[in-house]
Each structure stands twice: as C-alpha cells, then as structure tokens.
C-alpha cells in the first residue's frame, strides 16, 4: 500500500466541480479544499508508486481547471 497526497494549485472558480472531478478518481481516498498555495490536497491510497504518478499526471492533472500538481509520498 502506498499513501500519497497531492497539492493541487487550481482556477478557485470552479472548485465544487474540480473537488468533485478529483473525489470520483479511483485510488482518491479523501479530498481537502484548503486555504495557502495550493488549493486542493488529495489523499491518495493505491498499490505502488506508479499508480501514484498515474493518478497525479494522467487523470488529476488532465482536469480542465488544474494548474499545477505536487506529489508527497508518505515514508510511514
């Protein structure tokens, strides 16, 4: 099992639809509207790192809306 959580920088404007859009991932556990840098941060639980990366550049940053991603892996 792999945890991650990724930052999302995102257009504030549309944040219902992006937290949704984001929400209906499959391997996204929780999603967070926060307030900083980013906008968004989504807990990610999956079976490897490549899952991981697939989630964040192939589907999370492929939503119209997404500015920006960073990825932090949990080391525990």
Not at 50 to 75: F, L
Request: proline residues 1%; aromatic residues 4%; charged residues 20%.
């Amino acid at each position: 099992m792999v945890i991650a959580y990724i930052m999302v920088k995102a257009h504030t404007g549309e944040a219902d639809r992006l937290q949704n859009a984001i929400s209906a991932i499959d391997g996204v556990v929780r999603t967070h509207v926060v307030a900083g840098d980013v906008d968004f941060i989504a807990k990610v639980d999956v079976d490897s790192p490549a899952a991981v990366k697939q989630i964040a550049a192939s589907q999370i940053q492929e939503i119209q809306g997404v500015e920006d991603t960073q990825t932090y892996i949990a080391m525990d």
